[in-house]
């Protein structure tokens, strides 16, 4: 229960992991490989941050939205695993809707990057892309997309 | 010879799998695990949907070409797995050519969803990402990508 | 050794692996499996193409960055698995800042491609998305990341 723990420690509550809501899955679990599918910075079913960063959207404002991107993740991740306990991020891959100009996304993407780390320790080291893209659903301004081992 | 026979209901025809055009592969098979290339809305080599969403694109435009993608991709997944049947779809990237202001991606993406479970049934359910990009190959309005398991 | 014999006949020294700068890896290996993260056009820690192929950046020029892009990302993948000798490619994702209607993103991405191929033979060819994207990091013309399979 150390991660459990570390996440009442931090004040972060997992949130009940979204359900599907078309043909495809919030999270796929093969072989003890875990997909987690895009997440966007959504909190009680509400976008908390959507428009262009560099322009509306500020890297602080965005960064929290990419923090909030991989508290969801974790959800989508413990639902699949059955526990945080024994779990290594792989990948995160970032897309961050750009203003143009705008070359900041690893500091962007970098609040997905420190949750995981605060809250899996060196388990949630990963590699990483990030990437300056024109639009995203719902006019979100970050969408996360993570891989994940059980280990 | 299941699927075969959904195909058959579906009225679908899997193409020929496109063949390598450079120095990649339009598949890769290893350990089990099948990465497929970004597909293109390729119908007899010839692209069927050009532009942008939202711009001169319309979105069940742009759901169709997601379909084909699909219909692509699962020609290229039949000839690394040998056959349809013991498939799971595990991944689907979808980028999505956008006009400013655009963020109806998953909408368009649900064109490769639905293809997959019209075809697999629950094997064909996915993790996804759906994102809004600047341009895309030859002026192709969709590009998608899969990975997937055989089990 | 051959890989290595290989190198030096084609003139490319692999440089130092980059480390990690943030929360996140270069590389990750985990049960044989590589992933390495987005990987940019640097040249002794110097960014060498930034702006938009098809704008100020010619396909040519974005050829070469690419081109970089997956000698970096063999630096990190034999630094992964101890020797190139016994990798395979699995996938490229290339990223192309994109000037408006600028859609031979994968021209740009045969730079990676055609190194990968070059350096490791058989075992260099990979499955492969090449997309155009608004933006990348620190205004590079071309972002590059890789999977690869220790054999």
């Not at 991660?3 to 997992?14: M, S």
């Not at 991020?89 to 970098?110: D, E, H, L, W, Y």
Request: aromatic residues 4%.
């Amino acid at each position: 229960m150390v991660i459990e723990a570390r996440l009442k420690e931090l004040g972060i509550t997992l949130p009940e992991p979204s359900a599907a809501v078309a043909n495809y899955l919030p999270v796929v679990e093969e072989g003890g490989w875990i997909t987690v599918s895009g997440q966007l910075p959504l909190q009680d079913g509400k976008l908390s941050c959507s428009g262009y960063v560099g322009g509306n959207v500020s890297v602080e404002e965005a960064y929290q939205a990419a923090r909030l991107c991989a508290i969801n993740g974790l959800a989508q991740i413990k639902q699949a695993a059955g526990s945080l306990e024994r779990v290594r991020i792989i990948r995160v891959g970032g897309f961050v809707a750009s203003a143009a100009g705008f070359t900041g996304q690893p500091k962007v993407i970098n609040g997905a990057s420190d949750l995981l780390v605060e809250v899996l320790g060196e388990r949630g080291r990963h590699a990483r892309a990030a990437v300056g893209v024109a639009e995203l659903p719902m006019g979100a301004a970050v969408e996360v997309e993570f891989s994940a081992r059980i280990l």
